[in-house]
C-alpha cells in the first residue's frame, strides 16, 4: 500500500509541476510528511532526488521546444549561480534544525508554515496578477540575489522551488507563463544539485531505502517527460487554472502538517 501511494503521489505530482513549472516537489514533501510515511529528513531528501530527476528531463524536453519559448542565456546562467549559492545555504539551515530526532518536529513545523505562507501570498497574487504592474529587473547583481533566494527556499523546504518561483519570475521579470515555468525549472535543477552535493560531501544523507530511491526517481522522470509533453499542448490559461488548483490544494495539506507537528 506505501509502495502505491508513493508512486501516484510522485508521479502525478512530478507531471503537474512539470506543466507548471513547480517543481512537483511543492506536493510531494507536505504529502509525504501528512501521510506519516517516513521521518522529515528523508521525505525531504528522497522529494528532492526526484524533483531533481524531473526538473533534468522536463529541462531538456522544454529546451528542445526553446524556439518557442523566449530563452535568454545569460539571463539564466546569471539566476542559476544565484540559486546554486542558495541551494547550499538552504540545505545547511535545513540541517542544522534536523541536527537531532527531538527537533525534526520543529523543523517540519517550520517548513510547514513558511510553505502555506508563501502558497497564501501566491494564490493571491495569481488571483489578482491582471491588475498588479510588474516590474522587468535587468541588473545582474540583483538577478543573482534573486536566484540565491529561491535557492534557498527550493533546499531548505526541500520542495525544489514551488510556486514562489513563479510568481517572482513573473513580477519581477514580467515573464510569460511558460516562460516563467521554464526558468523555474532551471533554477530547480542547479539548485538541487547543489542541495544534493552539499548532503553527500557533508555526510548528511539520511536513511532510506534504495528501492523507494529508484522509484520516486522513476516516477521524477516519468512526470518530467509526460509533464513536459503535455505542457507543449496546453495554452496559458489552462496552465494557469492547474495551477491555482494545485495552490489550493497545497495550501490545506500545509495547514493540516503545522498543526500535526506543532
Known amino acids: 500500500m506505501t509502495i502505491c501511494i508513493i508512486f501516484l503521489v510522485c508521479f502525478f505530482s512530478s507531471v503537474a509541476g512539470s506543466i507548471c513549472g513547480i517543481g512537483g516537489g511543492v506536493i510531494i514533501k507536505p504529502v ?23 526538473s533534468a528531463v522536463s529541462l531538456y524536453k522544454n529546451l528542445k521546444y526553446k524556439k518557442m519559448i523566449a530563452f535568454d542565456n545569460r539571463f539564466a546562467s546569471i539566476l542559476t549561480a544565484g540559486s546554486v549559492l542558495g541551494g547550499i545555504a538552504g540545505k545547511s539551515a535545513f540541517q542544522y534544525f534536523v541536527r ?3 527537533t525534526q518536529n520543529r523543523a517540519g513545523a517550520i517548513q510547514a508554515a513558511v510553505l502555506f505562507i508563501l502558497t497564501a501570498a501566491t494564490l493571491v497574487y495569481e488571483l489578482k496578477k491582471e491588475s498588479i504592474a510588474t516590474k522587468n529587473i535587468k541588473n545582474r547583481f540583483v538577478v543573482f540575489g534573486i536566484g540565491c533566494l529561491l535557492g534557498v527556499l527550493s533546499a531548505f523546504l526541500g520542495i525544489g522551488g514551488g510556486p514562489v518561483n513563479l510568481i517572482v519570475l513573473f513580477y519581477l ?78 495550501l490545506f495539506i500545509s495547514l493540516y502538517n503545522v498543526f500535526q507537528y506543532v
Open 32 to 54: 509525504l510528511d501528512a501521510a506519516g510515511i517516513m521521518d522529515i529528513a528523508s521525505a525531504s531528501f528522497l522529494s528532492g532526488c526526484t524533483v531533481l530527476s524531473m
Open 100 to 102: 537531532s530526532p527531538e
Open 173 to 250: 521579470f514580467s515573464m510569460e507563463t511558460k516562460e516563467t515555468a521554464l526558468y523555474s525549472i532551471y533554477i530547480i535543477l542547479f539548485s538541487q544539485i547543489a542541495s544534493l552535493c552539499y548532503s553527500i560531501v557533508g555526510r548528511n544523507v539520511p536513511d532510506f531505502s534504495i528501492g523507494i530511491l529508484c522509484l520516486m526517481i522513476g516516477c521524477g522522470i516519468l512526470g518530467g517527460f509526460t509533464g513536459s509533453v503535455i505542457n507543449q499542448k496546453m495554452d496559458d490559461q489552462t496552465v494557469d487554472r492547474l495551477f491555482t488548483v494545485l495552490m489550493a490544494v497545497i
